[in-house]
């Protein structure tokens, strides 16, 4: 049986070591270990979509029937994040248009990606650390847009480990970025853990 509360409780713990790493793995094996057969199938799927080899039309298709609304509205999103990235990088190239762009349906036209002008816009600056930066902040701003409404769920769970990847990804790239996400996400779940306990009362 799942304990969502306990899990949303546990995350606060999370520290960066002195050597600005996450440890990502760690986190995700003890949400694991606490979740029912059937959560743990969504979750499995939702962290197989961060493996290149899996960003594929058929990836997309099941995310976008999974009957987790999360999953389905997350990975909604990073379909339109990277074909944004294809087309530009198409433009800017001189490639035809619509080289590498991901079509779920041939026989149909994509549906419309209400960030595309915002996505575009980013992605024309010249300070690519910028661009990155306010992809992921894009990013953070839509996966709490998808759980503002959750109260103690998978979909709460499943949100927090999108940003432990974000978090895990900055680390890597500039420590002083990461420690700054890494921050805001633990002063989110204790903020969110509080609101939630209210709510219940």
Same mark, same amino acid.
Do not use: H
């Given at each position: ?11 606060? @713990?999370?520290?960066?070591?002195s ?7 760690? /986190?995700?094996?003890? /949400?694991?270990?606490? $979740?029912? *057969?059937?959560? $743990?199938?969504?979750f !499995?799927?939702f ?6 080899? @899996? ?6 298709? +099941? #995310?976008?029937? *999974?009957?987790?609304?999360? /999953? ?12 944004? +990235?294809?087309?530009? $990088?198409?433009?800017?190239? !001189? ?8 079509? %779920?349906?041939?026989?149909k036209? @994509? ?7 915002? /996505?575009?816009?980013?992605? *024309?600056? &010249? ?7 306010? $992809?992921?902040? +894009? ?7 998808? =759980? =503002?409404?959750?109260?103690? *769920?998978?979909? %709460?769970?499943?949100s927090f ?7 895990? &990804?900055?680390l890597? %790239?500039? #420590?002083?970025?990461? +420690?700054?996400?890494?921050?805001? %996400?633990?002063?989110?779940?204790? #903020? ?10």
């Amino acid at each position: 049986m799942n304990n969502y509360e306990y899990i949303i409780a546990s995350l606060p @713990n999370i520290q960066v070591d002195s050597s600005q790493n996450l440890d990502t793995d760690c /986190i995700i094996e003890e /949400i694991k270990e606490q $979740l029912s *057969s059937n959560d $743990l199938n969504l979750f !499995e799927f939702f962290l197989s979509g961060y493996q290149a080899d @899996n960003m594929n039309a058929d990836f997309y298709i +099941k #995310a976008l029937q *999974s009957r987790c609304r999360f /999953i389905r509205e997350y990975f909604s999103f990073d379909l339109g994040l990277r074909n944004c +990235k294809v087309t530009y $990088l198409n433009d800017a190239l !001189e490639r035809p248009a619509g080289t590498d762009v991901l079509v %779920l349906d041939p026989d149909k036209d @994509n549906p419309p990606f209400e960030y595309e002008d915002e /996505i575009m816009s980013i992605l *024309s600056g &010249r300070d690519i650390v910028k661009r990155e930066k306010a $992809l992921d902040d +894009k990013m953070w701003e839509v996966i709490d847009d998808l =759980a =503002a409404m959750e109260v103690f *769920s998978l979909d %709460l769970i499943l949100s927090f480990v999108a940003k432990i990847k974000i978090i895990d &990804r900055w680390l890597k %790239l500039d #420590a002083e970025t990461g +420690k700054a996400y890494f921050r805001q %996400l633990v002063n989110e779940i204790r #903020a969110t853990y509080d609101n939630k306990k209210k709510q219940q009362i």
